[in-house]
Nanobody, 115 residues
């Protein structure tokens, strides 16, 4: 069974940083691209970033230069480094696996940016 467990969220002031982690199990992590998505209160799910099995990365425009996605295949772990955080980054953050026409997310980790 595929499991994704996110952690690392919290309350941070504008300009601060956080590092999110997502531990994956139940599939061969190194063979799949992975994504981070987020959902702000009252809004839809927004794709934030992805990293392919070969390490290629992509970012939505609003986080380019501030967020960095990475992966450690030996630890089956996906990361998202969040720097220069803004109040509009406040959301529940989920790691996501798309495989065989299905979408799997973890329970999410809350990021709140507020002074």
């Amino acid at each position: 069974e595929v499991q994704l467990v996110e952690s690392g969220g919290g309350l941070v002031q504008p300009g601060g940083s956080l590092r999110l982690s997502c531990v994956a199990s139940g599939f061969t992590f190194s063979l799949y691209g992975m994504s981070w998505v987020r959902q702000a209160p009252g809004k839809g799910v927004e794709w934030v970033s992805d990293i392919q099995y070969d390490g290629r990365t992509h970012y939505t425009d609003s986080v380019k230069g501030r967020f960095t996605i990475s992966r450690d295949n030996a630890k089956n772990t996906l990361y998202l480094q969040l720097n220069s955080l803004k109040p509009e980054d406040t959301a529940m953050y989920y790691c996501e696996l798309r495989r065989d026409g299905t979408v799997k997310r973890g329970q999410g980790t809350q990021v709140t940016v507020s002074s």
